[in-house]
T-cell receptor, first 110, second 114 residues
Framework: DAKTTQPPSMDCAEGRAANLPCNHSTISGNEYVYWYRQIHSQGPQYIIHGLKNNETNEMASLIITEDRKSSTLILPHATLRDTAVYYCIVRVLNTDKLIFGTGTRLQVFP | DSGVTQTPKHLITATGQRVTLRCSPRSGDLSVYWYQQSLDQGLQFLIQYYNGEERAKGNILERFSAQQFPDLHSELNLSSLELGDSALYFC?????????????FGPGTRLTVT
């Protein structure tokens, strides 16, 4: 079973920041938080990952709470092309498999 | 473009048949993963290979098998196909086995069993 909880859907206006929350209250000390997205039926796309510090790349920012029980993915200026299902995943200890939950369906509207 | 290629893009076959799905990882990646995405089960991990060796197994049926060849490409073999095997099959690759390595997914193979 997935170890994360995400809202099933969210809306965001184009040009605004999209903040996608994720709860991972049972995360272990050396498990990473990963975010992927899937646009329609394409292959999932890696966005960002982090262990305990906040991370930023060209796609997004990842804010992880100090207790590591939750995180937020931030798309700073959402575009219509960001409409997708976003998956928050905790990397299973000592293995590489990704356990996908149901994700958050983000709809960006004009 | 993730750099991971999968063939074929689409496959239509009948129940009871056997098919082979092929995956070529990104250049330099040693790990290959297979995932199945069906409407009722979501994205599920099937199996992982690292440098030719099986590394981890997920919810892979006994009718399914995989291998990774010396050139690091991988094949997923599905046999005695059932209607419920209709799904998108994704291959992903990563550099190695450390937890910090992100996985890059291919475009998938859509299998339809009739």
């Amino acid at each position: 079973d997935a170890k994360t909880t995400q809202p099933p859907s969210m809306d965001c206006a184009e040009g605004r920041a999209a903040n996608l929350p994720c709860n991972h209250s049972t995360i272990s000390g050396n498990e990473y938080v990963y975010w992927y997205r899937q646009i329609h039926s394409q292959g999932p796309q890696y966005i960002i990952h982090g262990l305990k510090n906040n991370e930023t790349n060209e796609m997004a920012s990842l804010i992880i709470t100090e207790d590591r029980k939750s995180s937020t993915l931030i798309l700073p200026h959402a575009t219509l092309r960001d409409t997708a299902v976003y998956y928050c995943i905790v990397r299973v200890l000592n293995t590489d498999k990704l356990i996908f939950g149901t994700g958050t369906r983000l709809q960006v509207f004009p | 473009d993730s750099g991971v290629t999968q063939t074929p893009k689409h496959l239509i076959t009948a129940t009871g048949q056997r098919v082979t799905l092929r995956c070529s990882p990104r250049s330099g990646d040693l790990s290959v993963y297979w995932y199945q995405q069906s409407l009722d089960q979501g994205l599920q991990f099937l199996i992982q290979y690292y440098n030719g060796e099986e590394r981890a197994k997920g919810n892979i049926l006994e009718r399914f098998s995989a291998q990774q060849f010396p050139d690091l490409h991988s094949e997923l073999n599905l046999s005695s196909l059932e209607l419920g095997d209709s799904a998108l099959y994704f291959c992903a690759s990563s550099l190695g086995t450390a937890s910090s390595y992100e996985q890059y997914f291919g475009p998938g193979t859509r299998l339809t069993v009739t």
